[in-house]
């Protein structure tokens, strides 16, 4: 029997460096989202440290799981099942979040779900959709990520590309360090970008062949290091001088990578003749990059369709959300689930 349309889902994300919590209806509807982020924790080691993200979820676990079924003025028993992270992501902060959610669903006597953080990603962008209509191109880009899939329901997408290198949001937050703009990079780089002439410095969109949907993201961030450095990297730290201007660099490293995003997002689609994309991941919080995608994507006819921007960022309503999806097809766990990291 499948899970009534109405089911509530408790959904609990603990992969990198947020504690979330939520609770779901019927795998659309948030009636909750609590998310405790732990940037502060990180922000003076400029990354996220396993060790002290292991703890931190230790700590803010039960509170978050706690506020999650208050504030969806949900009781234990009205859940229909407990879904989880189970992968990929820190192997200590998962573990946290799947030892939490084995206890409640032996407690409460209700279905373990366990949920792949990627694919929960493009889940929220299909949360942000009415009416489905798969296939789609998805994209996600994170701090971890940056994977183009084409996908054909929300449990089932095949890999058309992958970073050979860094992440997207990796490379933004290496970037961001290097301008000294602080920690996470996406976010600061967006705002030094403001005013900034996205033309002010060039930057090589790497396209890795005419047909390639694979991503490479290292050559950005030595470009931007000798920029820094100066001509044959003479400067022993890498800063800005005075001559050049900051928004102008933000801006124009910001454009190469949102705009190496999008070009492989419209070669995808156009090589598989699938007029609708789906972007998810915390850079899809990314002003130019949905500025800019939603303008390319018009010119070329496809339709382009981001997570709402509050699940861009790991959050646990996106987990609930495809926990849904699994439960209706009955893909649930028992008490020796385990997590991986990749
Ligand atoms: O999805 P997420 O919270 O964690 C992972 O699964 O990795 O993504 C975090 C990443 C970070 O690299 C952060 O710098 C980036 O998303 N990010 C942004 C923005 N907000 C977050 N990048 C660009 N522009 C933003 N507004
Ligand atoms: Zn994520």
Known sequence: MSPPDEALILGIESSCDETAAAVVRGGREALS??????????AEWGGVVPEIAGRSHLRAIVPAIEEALTEANCHPQDLSGIAVTTRPGL?????????????LAWAWQKPLI????????AYAALMSV???????????????????????????HALLGTTRDDA??????????????????GPAIQK??????????????????????????S????????????????????????SQNLPGMAASFEAAVMDTLIRKC?????????????VGGGVACNQRLRVDMASAAEKNGVQAIFARAEHCTDNAVMIAGLGYAHLQQHETADLLLDVAAS
């Not at 989202?33 to 990180?42: G, L, M, N, R």
């Not at 366990?114 to 990603?121: M, N, Q, T």
């Not at 209509?133 to 084409?150: A, D």
């Not at 002439?197 to 790497?206: E, G, H, I, L």
Request: aromatic residues 8%; charged residues 20%.
């Open 33 to 42: 989202s609590v998310v405790h982020s732990q940037i502060a924790e990180h």
């Open 91 to 103: 192997l200590g902060s998962l573990l946290v979040g799947v030892t939490a959610a084995k206890s």
């Open 114 to 121: 366990p949920v792949h953080h990627i694919e929960a990603h």
């Open 130 to 156: 009415d009416h489905w209509e798969f296939p789609y191109i998805t994209l996600v880009v994170s701090g971890g990520h940056t994977s183009l899939f084409r996908t054909e329901s929300p449990l089932a």
């Open 168 to 185: 997207a949001g990796e490379a933004l937050d290496k970037a961001a360090a290097m301008l000294n703009l602080g920690y996470p990079g």
């Open 192 to 217: 030094a970008a403001t005013d900034g002439d996205p033309k002010a410095y060039a930057f090589k969109r790497p396209m890795l062949g005419p047909n390639s949907l694979e991503f490479s993201f």
């Open 219 to 242: 050559g950005m961030k030595t470009a931007i290091l000798y920029k820094l450095k100066g001509p044959g990297g003479r400067r022993e730290e890498p800063t800005l001088p005075e």
């Open 266 to 278: 419209l070669r995808a689609a156009q090589q598989y003749n699938i007029p609708r994309i789906l």
